[in-house]
Structures are given as structure tokens and as C-alpha cells.
């Protein structure tokens, strides 16, 4: 059972450009959850997903992000315009539909130049 | 979700245990303490967790007070591959819902 899977690992994007993140959450899991953390800061939650569905978005800044999970195929979070601030380490996490852990991928590192 | 307090961090002798506090004297009866680690540059791995009984599995234990306002995560015998931030969250198990919201947690370091 293959676990959390996020792609691409590494992005470089120039400023004004758009970053594209994916995530595929574990097999039998239909909740994702995206986390950023900046160079030597915490994680913070940025937005809850499930199917086609976002429950929580609190943590999404207001301009510029968003994030979908269609009915097929990964989910993805959009980073249109990035800016030098925006670089940081991705994370997206699954759990399954019954109260269980968060499962955790291994992050996308955008480094904006 | 209640709000939980951590050393900023500490240090641990390899093969010795290491012994991990967090406060949480706010904690009501339905939430649960979780502990993940995050070792460095990969994601957060899920530890352990409880609501009142003392739990034990393949990687910790962790021992919640009775009152509940507190708990330890033991990792009985240290490695330096345990180096890492530890993270204590106290949160509602929900039906859906299950955001976790991390605080600062333990930088801890595994000495030789």
C-alpha cells in the first residue's frame, strides 16, 4: 500500500509564474489536507479537502492559492503569481473517511528565484 | 482544539530513554493527545495516541495523568535516528474533520 504521494518534489519557479503541486493520497483515503512550512517555522494548515469538496479553508491565503480535489486523479494546489515568499515546503496529508491519523507525504520544496 | 505546551527542546544519550512532557491543562474530556515527529526535511510521522489509558505500541509509549492535563511520550531506548521535533496535538476525534494543528514541539537531539 503505497502511502502519500506528492509531486513534484523540487520546483523552481521564477516570480509571476504559476506552481502546480499534487498530491495522491493513500489508497481508501477521500480526505486531504495541504500544510506549509516555511524555512524554519512550524507547519501551518492551509486548506481541507475531500472529494471534489472543500470543507476548510482557513488557513489559505486570500489571493493567489487555491486548491481542488477533483473526482478523479490527484489532488492539486494552485500557486498562481508566486512571489520570493511563497517558498516553503508542501505538504499534503490523507486520512481515511472514519476518524483515523493523518498520513503524511514527503512535501514539495518550491523555491521561487 | 486545546492548547499544548512543550520545551523548546533537549537532549538524550543514545540507547538511554528519552522522556518527552507536554502540558495541556486545558484539555476537555473528549479530545485525544497525538504525538508526531517531523525528522528533518521529511513529513510529520504519526507516533502514538490516547485519550485516558497509558498506550504502548512498536515506536513509544506514551502515559497521560490521570486528571489528564499532562502527558509523556517515551521513546525507550533512544537512536540518533530519533533525532527530530516532536510534536504533542490535542484534538476532537471528529467523524470528518481530523485537522491537526501543530505548536512549536521538542527539537530533540540524539547525542553519541
Known amino acids: 500500500n503505497a502511502g502519500v504521494m506528492q509531486n513534484p518534489r523540487h520546483l523552481v519557479r521564477r516570480r509571476g509564474q504559476e506552481a502546480r503541486l499534487r498530491c495522491s493520497p493513500m489508497?481508501?483515503?477521500?480526505?486531504v489536507y495541504w500544510y506549509r512550512q516555511l524555512p524554519e517555522e512550524g507547519l501551518k494548515f492551509m486548506v481541507y479537502?475531500?472529494?471534489?469538496?472543500?470543507?476548510?479553508e482557513s488557513g489559505m491565503p486570500k489571493e493567489r492559492f487555491s486548491a481542488e480535489f477533483p473526482k478523479e486523479g490527484p489532488s492539486i494546489l494552485r500557486i498562481q503569481q508566486v512571489v520570493r515568499g511563497d517558498s516553503a515546503a508542501y505538504f499534503c496529508?490523507?486520512?481515511?473517511?472514519?476518524?483515523?491519523?493523518?498520513?503524511f507525504g514527503e512535501g514539495s520544496r518550491l523555491t521561487v528565484l | 482544539d486545546a492548547k499544548t505546551t512543550q520545551p523548546t527542546s533537549m537532549d538524550c544519550a543514545e540507547g538511554r530513554a528519552a522522556n518527552l512532557p507536554c502540558n495541556h491543562s486545558?484539555?476537555?474530556?473528549?479530545?485525544?493527545v497525538y504525538w508526531y515527529r517531523q525528522i528533518h526535511s521529511q513529513g510529520p510521522q504519526y507516533i502514538i495516541h490516547?485519550?485516558?489509558n497509558n498506550e504502548t505500541n512498536e515506536m513509544a509509549s506514551l502515559i497521560i495523568t490521570e486528571d489528564r492535563k499532562s502527558s509523556t511520550l517515551i521513546l525507550p531506548h533512544a537512536t540518533l535516528r530519533d533525532t527530530a521535533v516532536y510534536y504533542c496535538?490535542?484534538?476532537?476525534?471528529?467523524?470528518?474533520?481530523?485537522?491537526?494543528?501543530f505548536g512549536g514541539g521538542t527539537r530533540v537531539l540524539v547525542k553519541p
Open positions: 496529508a490523507s486520512s481515511p473517511e472514519l476518524p483515523g491519523e493523518l498520513f
Open positions: 489508497k481508501g483515503h477521500s480526505h
Open positions: 479537502l475531500q472529494k471534489e469538496n472543500i470543507i476548510d
Open positions: 486545558t484539555i476537555s474530556g473528549n479530545e485525544y
Open positions: 490516547g485519550l485516558k
Open positions: 496535538i490535542v484534538r476532537v476525534v471528529r467523524a470528518a474533520g481530523n485537522k491537526l494543528t
